[in-house]
């Protein structure tokens, strides 16, 4: 039986994903989707790529993610399922490329400066 590991990354998370041809269960983290993204908005996003190109319940799929917020976590998963599913069949990889699921969102936060208060918000200034 043949695994593809791939990883995806979001913001400060990453996700590596171990996908199978099987009965269509998701597990992240050692816990099954519903109990580690409780918000229907986030399981969505992890299943996009597969509702896509019309494969939903046909690969078991393992994700390990790290680091990061909720929201990234899915976003990054979303990425990592998005390459598995082309290193299955080629031909998906137009229909993901057009949504944006094989770009890498480069959009993270700015880093705090010296003399600053936070990444670009300056000290209250006085003139006298």
């Given at each position: 039986m043949e695994v593809i590991n791939k990883i995806g990354r979001r913001k400060t998370s990453v996700a590596r994903v171990y996908m199978t041809p099987g009965k269509g269960e998701i597990s992240v983290n050692n816990r099954s989707l519903e109990v580690y993204f409780p918000f229907d908005l986030h399981q969505i996003v992890v299943k996009q790529p597969l509702a896509l190109v019309g494969v939903d319940g046909n690969y078991d799929i393992k994700i390990n993610v790290d680091g990061?917020?909720?929201?990234?976590?899915?976003?990054?998963?979303?990425?990592?399922?998005s390459r598995a599913l082309c290193e299955f069949d080629e031909e998906h990889r137009g229909a993901l490329k057009k949504e944006g699921f094989l770009t890498r969102d480069p959009r993270m936060v700015e880093r705090k400066k010296p003399g600053r208060r936070k990444a670009r918000r300056k000290f209250q200034f006085s003139k006298r």
């Open positions: 990061g917020g909720i929201k990234g976590q899915a976003e990054a998963a979303r990425m990592a399922i």
